[in-house]
């Protein structure tokens, strides 16, 4: 009986054997990874030129414009945007305290200049002295005002002034004034031609990394292997 038993162990033992070398194993998963870049890539072509003319600050002034540039033909896109403009000169003189600040409005009256007066909120005790449209009219009453013996200040003011361009897409800058916008009739002396402002690029998108599909392809191999050997030790119990 026990002679028996060893030969049907021994058989199940050939049995194993054969079948573990003629079984084809699985084979492991392989996941390509992506090759860095070597630098080769082509460069992204060149944006299509884009001129742009502007700005026009008057809705109805726009509006004839946009018509006369599709009458003579040109392609236009409206754009709405906005404009640092110089809303002209101020010309003002601190103080160090309220008392400085009444005795200067007293001497500039005193000089015969009726137009000044108190800057109530301003933080450096102000005496405004006048606004003007002309640089060089404001400089001069600064002038007069220093000859007093007080420090006048000329300060350029801003505002934002909202305005309409006429965007192009496909026509360069020199196509545009190449002297045939000036049969539109459009005030060209207080126009200006300029290329399209680009837009904003989008933000790169990462590549998924290779190394996590890379390990979990190991992984699965290695558990492939881990049974295959527990099986062969089983056999050979």
């Known amino acids: ?10 058989a199940a033992n050939l049995l194993f054997y054969g079948w573990s070398h003629w079984a084809s194993p699985e ?3 392989l996941t390509a990874v992506a090759a ?4 080769t890539d082509k460069p992204p072509p060149a944006p299509l030129p884009c001129a742009t003319l502007g700005p026009f600050q008057d809705e109805l002034l726009a509006q004839q414009a946009e018509k006369q540039l599709t009458r003579a033909g040109w392609r236009s896109q409206r754009r709405a945007s906005s404009e640092d403009i110089s809303d002209g000169w101020w010309v ?8 400085g600040q009444e005795r200067t409005l007293r001497a500039i009256r005193g000089a015969g200049l009726r137009d000044a007066f108190s800057m109530a909120d301003s933080e450096d005790f102000s005496v405004s002295v006048g606004l003007f449209s002309d640089e060089q009219r404001a400089k001069d009453r600064a002038a007069r005002i220093q000859r007093l013996r007080l420090d006048a200040v000329v300060k350029e003011r801003h505002k934002q002034l909202a305005t309409v361009w006429f965007d192009m897409p496909g026509v360069a800058r020199e ?10 009739g459009l005030p060209l002396d207080v126009l200006r031609i300029e290329s399209c402002p680009q837009p904003a690029a ?3 998108t990462e590549a998924p990394s290779a190394e996590g599909s890379g390990a979990e392809a190991a992984g699965k191999t290695g558990i492939a292997m881990g049974i295959h050997a527990r099986g062969m030790q089983v056999a050979r119990v």
């Open 1 to 10: 009986m026990l002679r028996i038993f060893i030969f049907v162990l021994i």
């Open 175 to 184: 196509t545009l004034s190449d002297g045939r916008l000036a049969d539109t």
């Open 92 to 99: 003002y003189v601190p103080n160090r305290d309220a008392a």
């Open 27 to 29: 084979k492991p998963v």
């Open 202 to 204: 989008a933000p790169a």
């Open 36 to 39: 860095a870049s070597t630098g």
